[in-house]
């Protein structure tokens, strides 16, 4: 009973390390803890079916303290039955933990003789079971390891990764607890040196992370953006006498007044479909964009702005479109033939129930008031908006949580985006940890990919990241307003290099080489383990 509340208790300290609900930032420390605690206990359990059941226990925790906030979507905007949403979000954590539980199993199931062996172990198993959960069954990775990274081991992401960075972190973790505890066949080392060669790799990794400064590429363009936040209330926002006519008003009046080479509106800020809008929109925004018009900033503007396309016949995507002088089209044709010719990025990673419905799960989304559509989907890799020397690369909602998508975009180093353009709105789940959780996401492609991230909301978080990942510019969430900033895109440098290591493997292998390590990794260490046992 003790293994198993600590272990629940280690879960819901891993979600909250992902972001802290006292500041919303990631605590890295907090992470390696939690992890390091569930080591301990499945090191010590008494079976390997006890391992696999503290961590299912441990990974449902964690799981159901980290996307908790799809209540207010389910329930407070969906109207689905409270207790009902309760058991879905249960029953989705509980299915998603049990590739942890699979881990923790062949953990246990091997049997360790040497620490650092069974720290790599756990890492690999551990790293497969992020990757899993991640990508299988259109993938839904919110909450992994390696974001509470962040400060800690985030120098490294531009060659490992996020799943890289998970995998130092449990193999950290599995070190430190395996070292302290003891192994479970062996009594602890009566002296500070075999300690100190165990943990060994881990400050080889602690030292690497700090030295790690190497940027690929080099400084480009700077461009004057405004991030518009229209804070328009979910449960209105699709509603025809007010949300739809308040976003309407809003966002073209802020598009056509703001003085910046750039507008950025957020997801499906104009909420309709081109062919509904009023006679004249179109055009007007078609007028401040589209020709050779100038702001009063004295340059040429460009808009993206995001818009649902499509009709009953040809199907429905969520799309992003961009207007800038040279599309003489937008200006007399009707709307929906305007944006036709306008540029054009159709989301490709959907959102399962929201965008589209999984197969035998009709039956569930209809139990919901939601807006739900079957939307087409976009391409891997679609070509960037080109504006102002930069090439502008949209992705919409959760699509930055799937890194080795974006990484399609860089298999051309010359055509290799400057600057990420991400819109959301994310208003479907409340003032919640659910935009700081998105925001350390953001920064965490950031870091992968050394490239600025702008990110414009309905309800927040619109933020600035510098291809550090450092927050430069913000606006108060849940607000109404226009974040100005200046943004340097990034160029290749003197050298020709401009795309990180892992922008270069994820763009032609994706995840392949983490998946073909760990299990290289597993199979050594079995093998090893064998040899040692037998003798």
């Known amino acids: 009973m003790t ?43 008494a079976s390997a079916r006890q391992a696999a059941a503290l961590g299912w226990w441990f990974a449902t925790a964690w799981l ?77 990775g919110w909450g992994a390891a390696g974001y509470a990274h962040l400060a800690s081991l985030g120098s490294l992401a531009k060659y490992v990764g996020a799943y890289g960075l998970a ?32 943990l060994a790799p881990v400050l080889l990794i602690v030292v690497l992370a700090q030295v790690a400064d190497r940027q690929f590429g080099a400084p480009g363009a700077t461009l004057s953006v405004a991030l518009l936040q229209g804070n328009i209330r979910q449960s209105e926002k699709f509603q025809p006498s007010t949300g739809i006519v308040d976003a309407l008003t809003w966002y073209a009046s802020q598009a056509q007044a703001v003085r910046a080479a750039l507008v950025v509106a957020p997801e499906t800020a104009i909420p309709i479909l081109p062919q509904q809008l009023p006679d004249d929109y179109w055009l007007r925004l078609s007028q401040s964009f589209g020709g050779d018009t100038r702001g009063a900033s004295g340059v040429p503007r460009a808009l993206l702005i995001g818009i649902p396309l499509g ?11 961009g207007i800038k002088p040279g599309l003489p089209s937008t200006q007399t044709a009707p709307a929906n033939e305007a944006v036709q010719s306008a540029y054009r990025y159709d989301k490709h990673h959907l959102v399962p129930f929201g965008e589209f419905i999984p197969p035998l799960f009709k039956w569930f989304t209809q139990m919901m008031n939601i807006p739900l559509g079957d939307f087409n989907r976009g391409d891997v890799g679609q070509p960037s908006f080109e504006w102002q020397g930069q090439r502008l690369a949209p992705n919409v909602c959760y699509e930055d949580l799937f890194g080795e998508e974006l990484a399609a975009r860089f298999i051309d180093p010359q055509k290799a985006p400057t600057i990420f353009v991400n819109v959301s709105n994310i208003g479907w789940f409340g003032n919640t940890l659910a935009i700081d959780q998105h925001r350390a ?26 291809h550090t990942g450092r927050v430069t510019h913000s606006l108060a969430r849940h607000t109404r307003g226009v974040l100005l900033a200046q943004v340097q895109g990034r160029v290749a440098d003197v050298a020709g290099s401009s795309v990180t290591p892992f922008a270069w493997v994820a763009a032609r292998y994706g995840l392949y080489p983490i998946w073909v390590l760990c299990i290289l990794f597993i199979l050594i260490i079995f093998i090893i383990n064998r040899k040692i046992n037998k003798y």
């Open 3 to 45: 293994a198993l509340f600590v272990s629940l208790l280690a879960g819901l300290a891993h979600a909250a390390s992902i972001a802290a609900p006292w500041s919303g930032e990631p605590v890295w420390w907090l992470q390696l803890l939690a992890m390091g605690l569930l080591v301990w206990q499945i090191d010590k359990a």
């Open 167 to 198: 995998a130092l972190a449990a193999f950290i973790a599995g070190s430190l607890a395996l070292t302290l505890r003891g192994s479970a066949r062996q009594p602890r080392a009566l002296t500070p040196f075999k300690p100190l060669r165990t």
């Open 311 to 321: 009709s009953y016949s040809a199907g429905y995507t969520n799309s992003v479109v």
């Open 441 to 466: 996401i953001s920064r965490m492609r950031a870091l992968e990919f050394e490239r600025p991230f702008i990110r414009a909301t309905n309800t927040g978080d619109t933020v600035v990241i510098d």
């Open 64 to 140: 159901c303290g980290t996307f908790w906030w799809l209540y207010i979507s389910m329930h407070t905007y969906g109207g689905l039955n409270a207790l009902v949403t309760v058991l879905a979000i249960f029953a989705l954590a509980s299915v998603l933990a049990l590739y942890y539980a699979l881990a923790c199993y062949a953990f246990k199931r091997l049997g360790h003789t040497n620490k650092t062996l069974a720290a790599l172990f756990f890492a690999a198993s551990w790293t497969m079971a992020e990757m899993a959960r991640g990508t299988w069954f259109t993938g839904f």
